[in-house]
């Protein structure tokens, strides 16, 4: 129970594949300008990985050491084609505008990166949580950018839902009159936006290390000496 | 820093001269705004505030923000521009002598990509108005169509790419001798200030020298090749803050390149890359982009041109690595 545990924490937070590994940032400041075309770039990740981490678990003995590569790229590149096919069957609208990159995900290198170091070496329930959470940690980290620029940008949430649900509407939040910051939803705010993201996950782990230190000192030191030390 | 802002009065006094007082409402809101997040951020970082506000350099940056501004532009403008030059700009990469970016620029840079088209409306001259006319424009309401215009720099350019009107400029100028006198004075009021500063012995001559020489002579060059297509080199001097540029922007001696020829090769290429986008891309004036990508480049220019260490061999003191 523990180790999956640990899955959930490294997938979402501790080796966060943005904030902490820095992959796969090609798609995540193309398609971020929105909330909701983060989150359905981040969703079709998800069933990727999951579905690529499940079968490379399951194929992990039959697959030949020397062309695992090629061997995991082609059963990638299927998964991709299926959720690209089905992205232009039930949500075409949503599809022209993520355009390239659906297809794109396959050369996604958080999906290569988690078959390989995940999926090949471990067993079927473990992989297929560890593609799940690494793809949980995709998509907030996705769905939070595209939240912040598009309301700095546009003063407005959930732009496009109607491509998703035809009834629903977008939010506008700030006055009509707001002018809106193009530079946040053009390339430069997501480079911005992610930076300060990043800036606030280090510092989140610097505060949380720093008072672990401080325990951890605590529980080492009698009360009293470090009373008297003090004064 | 002080002696920097005395250096500026004259031309602040001659653009206030020719459009009204806008400007000076504008550096009123820029002022303000960079103290107090000056203040803000010392304090959050546990620095002695005072002693930092005082240094006046949060008031350069404000005031040289002010001046590249549209000066009837909405308030909140130069305001946001200030925070970003002084929050993100400034403290955020450590403060005073730490920033690798120009502040004032960064602020330029950030709303130009942002707002494109209200940085671009700029007071018409002679259309001198009084503090309350300014005060409604940058605090109220939106009918700014009837006084503003584009910049020359603008103007010439859309002319100048446009199919059907082919305008040689000194068609330009001629329709519009208001204007061009009102920006040859503001450009003179900068060019005085900084030769004081010169004189002073605040700045060195090395990148104001290098920097108009370099846009003279490519404005010289093409423009006796092809009078239709570029500007003439007194156009370029007066026009988008050009002197602005070689005695209070190019010259920040945190940002640029601090060896003698560092500096000159530094100028040259903010002067070149200016006139390279002014006429090749997007944008109607590229000061700020050329000042921040030869930003980029100073670390690595000052290193190439370390001066000898007097006493030296030539092979030991050429460069110290």
Not at chain 1, 15 to 38: W, Y
Not at chain 1, 198 to 214: K, M, Y
Not at chain 2, 108 to 116: S, T
């Amino acid at each position: 129970m523990n180790a999956y545990k640990e899955i959930i924490l490294n997938g979402t937070w501790k080796q966060n594949s943005i904030l902490a590994q820095l992959l796969g940032l090609c798609p995540l400041l193309a398609i971020s300008a929105t909330f909701v075309n983060a989150v359905s770039l981040g969703l079709a990740t998800i069933l990727v990985m999951l579905l690529a981490n499940l079968v490379i678990s399951g194929l992990r003995t039959f697959i030949p050491y020397e062309i695992r590569i090629p061997a995991f790229v082609l059963v990638i590149a299927s998964l991709v084609t299926v959720v690209d096919l089905a992205f232009n069957a039930f949500l075409h609208d949503l599809y022209l505008v993520l355009g390239i990159f659906i297809p794109l995900i396959v050369t996604n290198c958080i999906v290569l990166a988690r078959v390989e170091a995940f999926a090949a070496k471990n067993g079927l329930a473990a992989s297929t949580l560890d593609g799940a959470m690494m793809g949980v940690g995709f998509v907030w980290v996705i769905g939070l950018l595209g939240l912040i620029r598009e309301f700095v940008g546009q003063g407005t949430l959930f732009s496009g839902i109607e491509m998703i649900f035809p009834r629903a509407h977008a939010i506008q939040v700030l006055p009509e009159s707001y002018p809106g910051f193009l530079i946040a939803i053009l390339p430069p705010g997501a480079f911005l936006v992610l930076g300060f993201m990043i800036a606030g996950r280090n510092w989140l782990d610097a505060r949380a290390n720093e008072r672990q230190r401080q325990w951890l000192l605590e529980q080492r030191m009698p009360r009293a000496n470090t009373a008297s030390e003090r004064g | 820093m002080l002696r920097v802002l005395a250096a500026l009065t004259p031309g602040i006094a001659a653009y206030a001269w020719f459009f009204g007082p806008g400007v000076l409402i504008q550096l009123g809101l820029a002022s303000l705004t960079a103290l107090l997040a000056e203040a803000l951020m010392l304090k959050l970082r546990d620095r002695p505030i005072w002693r930092s506000v005082g240094d006046g350099s949060a008031l350069v940056t404000a005031w040289l923000i002010a001046l590249s501004f549209p000066s009837t532009g909405p308030w909140w403008l130069v305001v946001v521009a200030t925070l970003a030059a002084i929050l993100v700009a400034k403290h955020l990469y450590g403060g005073l002598g730490q920033n690798p970016f120009n502040p004032a620029m960064v602020g330029f840079a950030l709303m130009i990509v942002a707002y494109p088209l209200m940085m671009s409306r700029w007071p018409g001259a002679g259309a001198a108005m009084d503090i309350g006319q300014a005060g409604a424009l940058i605090f109220g309401s939106h009918s700014v169509d009837t006084v503003t215009m584009a910049t020359p720099l603008d103007t010439l350019r859309t002319a100048m790419h446009g199919v059907e009107t082919k305008l040689s400029v000194e068609t330009f100028l001629q329709s519009r001798p208001d204007l061009h006198a009102a920006w040859k004075w503001i450009a003179a009021g900068y060019l005085a200030g900084g030769l004081w500063l010169l004189q002073q012995r605040i700045i060195s001559w090395h990148m104001p020298t290098a920097f108009l020489v370099t846009l003279i002579a490519l404005a010289g060059v093409s423009s006796a090749i092809d009078p239709s297509a570029f500007n003439g080199p007194l156009f370029e001097l007066i026009s988008g803050g050009a002197m602005l540029a070689a005695f209070f922007i190019v010259t920040d001696p945190v940002s640029g390149c601090t060896t003698p020829r560092g500096k000159l090769i530094f100028a040259t290429g903010v002067a070149l890359i200016t006139w390279i986008i002014r006429h090749f891309g997007g944008y109607p004036d590229g000061i700020a982009f050329a000042v921040l990508l030869m930003n980029v480049a100073a670390p690595l220019i000052d290193m190439y041109t370390q001066p000898k260490v007097f006493g030296l061999k030539d092979d030991q003191g050429s460069r110290h690595d």
